[in-house]
């Protein structure tokens, strides 16, 4: 179905077409009198274990499935795609509505009391994970996606809206990232889109637990020390098509989730990974994390052009930093290296690779620069913690001090007998480094690393580790607490902008902040209680009113309770009054105190780092 674009210079649309199927009843003459005694319509009945709907249509019912035992259409040759299907619908399936209408007859009686007055079944789109695509087409410059619209007309005001800005202004007054085309990059092949758009339309009311990881379209993009992982007990998640290891099972333990609203199975080993990165050393893998190269005889003054960092350092210097738009909201939360004179390499999230890529492309204009996606060439490997320049100095006969290493810069090592470029930073709040070391070298490089490490006590880690981690330190998570519509300074991240520097991308938005002050702060908040957990979206109270809510969440094992983050309204405050108000967070209807602080719990002078 995704080629229907691309004989008009379009591309190929990651996104499959299911048939869905719902029943309208004739009219039911004590629904018609109820509706005309309260002067409104019922309430729609969702049944989430059943997975259907059943709404009032006139003076009719409205049964709608999300059947398990679902249909794609046009999936396969035996199918093809019409060239015209304007009016039409499927022929009727009633076997597969049957248990579902029984279902719903012992729910609601007075639906069984009425005869069917029309079938229809016609075509519903899904892209791989149910939402929309709106905002510019990757690789198709000045062309814009509006498309697969799950829930229909519901969704067109705020998508004419969204477009419109996309169009004429080249962003968003929103953060649009759910449904940008960019989240998707090579891997959503016809059988992926086919397998994991049946999946989404069977569990549109299942319970989508945190951490929940869906079964279909795995292995579509492999780390090269994949199966190292998981023979050492590596229990895997997907993310933009990549396999990552989020948790280590230990030896007797089954290496799989159990879902739970409460502590999951695997929150002690994330603890144990966690304290490990705390107080000895860790590793994991993230080779997923996008990996652009930059370069040409214009790449300083573009990379000073379209970042709010400055880029003219030494060779070997990393620059953390951000691309803004023009209003200073966060495009892209990234590092930049320094490799040569004219070479630089961007690391991002792995979900937001293609995004920052195609950022850097329509910021281009008349630089002289190449731009590359270099994410497969190399392997990386991170090593973190107290005890991390001790393994590194067992398996590699470079200087790993601070003299020779500071903090914030690269150098090419060798390990073993691979050739690899240690990046000392961290994501963690610990001492540590990133090895980049090529695909076909990567193997060789674990192994090296493991076999002394694990001697010493070092712990195999996983995504899980990292998040806890990061919200102990503070560290902005891109997605969640940075986005396009957060401006840098209101998110604390106003030290990694250079606001001397004469002509950036969202320079103006600096300026104009400075002076006007700031309307928002992102806050830290601990729980008093050690006990709840947080996820995002818990609201945040202020001396008792509710102000915000959590950006993001998670359990800091060092500090021994959840932590989040929130912006928090501030203007014409000062700091401190902000930080001297009480703060709660509501956790499933029960408020919990909270400490606030505007300077990470764990480390605040990054003195461990």
């Known amino acids: 179905v995704g080629e229907w674009f691309k004989p008009y210079g379009g591309r190929t649309l990651p996104m499959m077409v299911m048939s869905h199927q719902y029943m309208l009843t004739d009219e039911i003459p004590e629904l018609e009198a109820w509706s005309a005694e309260h002067g409104h319509k019922l309430p729609l009945l969702r049944d989430v274990d059943s997975s259907y709907y059943l709404r009032q249509e006139k003076h009719g019912l409205n ?129 992926y889109c086919v397998a994991k758009g049946m999946e989404i339309y069977g569990h549109e009311y299942a319970m989508h637990f945190p951490w ?73 893998d993230m080779s997923s994390f ?68 195609t950022w850097l492309r329509r910021n281009q204009g008349d630089f002289e620069v190449v731009i590359t996606d270099v994410t497969s060439s190399e392997g990386v490997l991170a090593i973190m913690g107290p005890r991390s320049r001790e393994l590194l100095e067992a398996v590699s006969p470079n200087d790993f001090t601070n003299a020779s290493n500071p903090f914030g810069t690269a150098q090419e090592i060798e390990i073993g007998m691979g050739l690899a470029r240690a990046h000392r930073v961290t994501y963690v709040g610990e001492l540590g480094w990133e090895i980049y070391v090529s695909a076909d070298m990567a193997g060789h490089v674990f192994e090296r690393l493991a076999e002394p490490g694990l001697e010493m006590g070092m712990r195999l880690c996983g995504m899980h580790m990292m998040d806890t981690c990061r919200i102990e330190k503070g560290f902005r998570h891109f997605g969640h607490d940075i986005t396009s519509e957060d401006h840098v300074m209101e998110a604390g991240l106003g030290f990694a902008v250079k606001k001397d520097k004469a002509n950036y991308i969202g320079r103006e938005a600096i300026l104009a902040k400075q002076e006007n002050g700031l ?36 359990y800091g094992h060092h500090e021994g309770a959840a932590m989040g983050m929130g912006y928090i309204p501030c203007k014409g405050e000062k700091l401190a009054d902000v930080l001297g108000s009480t703060f709660e967070i509501d956790v499933a209807g029960t408020r919990v105190e909270a400490e606030v602080s505007s300077k990470p719990f764990y480390d605040p002078k990054s003195e461990r780092v």
């Not at 398990?68 to 999936?75: E, G, L, P, S, V």
């Not at 939402?131 to 829930?151: D, H, R, S, W």
């Not at 280590?248 to 879902?259: D, I, L, M, N, S």
Request: with cysteine; net charge negative; aromatic share 12%.
């Open 519 to 554: 309307d928002m702060r992102l806050l830290q908040f601990k729980l008093s209680d050690p006990e709840p957990l947080l996820y995002h979206a818990e609201p945040v109270l202020r001396d008792g009113e509710i102000v915000s809510y959590l950006t993001s969440g998670a």
């Open 212 to 284: 929940y990881e869906w079964p279909a379209g795995r292995d579509k993009k492999l780390s090269p020390v994949h199966d190292k992982v998981v023979e050492l007990g590596g229990v895997m998640g997907a993310y933009n098509g990549w396999e990552r290891a989020n948790w280590f099972a230990r030896e007797a333990q089954e290496p799989e989730y159990q879902y739970s609203w409460q502590r999951q199975n695997f929150f002690d080993n994330v603890r144990e990974e966690h304290m490990a990165v705390r107080q000895g050393v860790g590793m994991y």
């Open 290 to 357: 996008g990996k652009i190269r930059v370069e040409g005889r214009d790449v300083e003054a573009f990379m000073n052009y379209v970042g709010g960092g400055d880029y003219s350092v030494a060779n070997g210097k990393i620059v953390y930093t951000q691309f803004l738009n023009r209003r200073g909201g966060i495009e892209a939360d990234v590092t930049v290296t320094r490799l040569t004179e004219q070479s630089y390499l961007v690391v991002t999230p792995a979900a937001t690779r293609l995004a920052d890529e």
């Open 63 to 191: 049964l709608g499935p999300y059947e398990r035992n679902c249909k794609a259409h046009w999936a396969d040759p035996s199918d093809p795609l019409p060239e015209d299907f304007s009016f039409q619908l499927y022929p009727d399936d009633l076997e597969r509505l049957e248990w579902y209408v029984e279902d719903a007859m012992a729910r609601v009686p007075l639906l069984g009391t009425a005869g069917v007055s029309k079938v229809i079944n016609g075509p519903i789109p899904y892209a791989p994970d149910g939402m929309p695509l709106i905002g510019p087409m990757p690789g198709v410059p000045n062309a814009f996606e509006a498309c697969v619209f799950t829930f229909g007309i519901a969704q067109g005001g705020g998508a004419g809206k969204v477009l419109a800005e996309w169009i004429t202004e080249g962003q968003t007054e929103w953060d649009m990232w759910s449904c940008d085309p960019r989240r998707y990059t090579d891997y959503t092949d016809h059988d």
